[in-house]
């Protein structure tokens, strides 16, 4: 996933209820990873965890285990 395809997520995070709930409900990256899938996007577990920094201050939830 390139640094533009995070942005897209991440934005689409901050405007659909369905997706935030939907990865609100996974239970470790690879859930997450699945979701995000499903939903169109372009992810990695290891995109993820190499933009952890650009993922933190956009999450309207945590992950304790990414």
Request: no cysteine.
């Given at each position: ?55 933190g201050?956009?999450?309207l ?6």
């Amino acid at each position: 996933m390139s640094k533009e395809s995070l942005e897209a997520l991440l934005a689409k995070l901050k405007d659909d209820e369905g997706l935030q709930q939907s990865l609100k409900s996974a239970t470790n990256l690879d859930d997450a990873v699945v979701l995000a899938q499903g939903a169109g996007f372009d992810v990695s577990k290891y995109d993820f965890l190499g933009h952890k920094r650009l993922i933190g201050p956009h999450l309207l939830w945590e992950w304790d285990w990414i």
